[in-house]
């Protein structure tokens, strides 16, 4: 019986501990790790990632469609106006699994 419990407490404790670094995730702001340098010098890819930047913190800072919700949905939307940004530019995603492997 005890060891049913603390298989129990166990499953528990991974279920709870992976929902909660999962729902990590929507709260990150995106940035330049999220995306492929491509053939750019690293100098226009940092300016095009701080001009991207600036963009999307103009929106949630400034624009009342921005500002409004919770900070799960203000980071939602920093994250889409700066995606919309970096890819407008020519800028690739990286694949999720990169930004979690060392290089």
Do not use: W
């Not at 963009?55 to 920093?78: E, H, P």
């Not at 994250?79 to 990286?94: P, Q």
């Amino acid at each position: 019986m005890k060891n049913k419990k603390n298989a129990l407490a166990a499953t528990m404790l991974i279920v709870v501990g992976c929902s909660s670094i999962a729902g990590c995730d929507s709260l990150v702001r995106e940035n330049s790790d999220n995306f492929e340098i491509g053939n750019v010098s690293p100098d226009r890819f940092e300016t095009d990632d701080q001009a991207c930047r600036a963009t999307a913190n103009d929106y949630v800072d400034s624009d009342l469609r921005g500002m409004s919700g919770t900070v799960y949905q203000i980071n939602r939307s920093f994250n889409a106006v700066y995606s919309r940004c970096m890819t407008s530019r020519g800028y690739r995603s990286r694949p999720y699994i990169k930004n979690l492997l060392p290089y």
